[in-house]
């Protein structure tokens, strides 16, 4: 069974600071992985995606890892903000409509 | 450009009571995907929709019917609502590019 397992389940950070999330996954085959922040009460929103192929990606303060042959992916957040208080969400494609969703880990940053 | 849109945002129902959940999209999407989202738990799959006029099941699909209107919009219903079928709905359509699905806003609904 495809599974998406995320840690820490939550973590609060103070404004300023770095953290890192992690992303286990066994989905097979696999096509890409992307982190969503879903903030409270809405809809995910992607951050980034990475492909087989690809071990790094950056969007702003947010950087995600992939190293595919351990199947981790881990999401760094630089100089936090009080506005990445939010539930971040690690996600696996594995074929054109499937995808495997982990449970997120709950980041709060205090000032 | 509104993307994807879901009505209401909140409900509140007696067991047995059914309603309908609206979705609608207007990036001129294919496929669209009705999901669940329970606490402590990843997103699961109730239904989805590959192209206008077809619908499959997903991973949690018993309890639920859809139905696919045209191409913007993918309803969701409960015939006979139950206290487990309390969640936060998320609709969401997907970019054939990356695989890449784009979600809505969410509809909080519980069950009485």
């Known amino acids: 069974k495809n599974q998406v397992e995320q840690s820490p389940q939550s973590l609060i950070i103070l404004e300023g600071k770095n953290c890192t999330l992690q992303?286990?996954?066994?989905?097979?085959?696999?096509?890409?992985l992307r982190w969503y922040k879903q903030d409270t009460g809405r809809g995910p929103v992607s951050l980034t995606i990475m492909t087989f192929s690809e071990n790094t990606k950056s969007n702003g303060r947010y950087t995600a890892t992939l190293d595919a042959d351990t199947k981790q992916s881990s999401l760094h957040i630089t100089a936090s903000q009080l506005s990445d208080s939010a539930s971040y969400i690690c996600?696996?494609?594995?074929?054109?409509?499937?995808?495997?969703f982990g449970a997120g880990t709950t980041v709060t940053v205090r000032a | 450009n509104a993307g994807v849109t879901q009505t209401p945002k909140f409900q509140v129902l007696k067991t047995g009571q059914s309603m309908t959940l609206q979705c609608a999209q207007d990036?001129?999407?294919?496929?669209m995907y009705w999901y669940r989202q329970d606490p402590g738990m990843g997103l699961r799959l109730i239904y989805y929709s590959a192209s206008e006029g077809t619908t499959d099941k997903g991973e949690v699909p018993n309890g639920y019917n859809v139905s696919r209107l045209n191409k913007r919009e993918f309803s969701l219903r409960l015939e006979s609502a139950a206290p487990s079928q309390t969640s936060v709905y998320f609709c969401?359509?997907?970019?054939?590019?990356?695989?890449?699905?784009?979600f809505g806003p969410g509809t909080r609904l519980t069950v009485l």
């Open positions: 990036m001129n999407h294919n496929s």
């Open positions: 996600v696996v494609s594995s074929n054109d409509y499937k995808l495997s």
């Open positions: 969401a359509s997907r970019r054939t590019e990356y695989n890449e699905q784009f």
């Open positions: 992303c286990n996954y066994t989905v097979s085959p696999f096509s890409n």
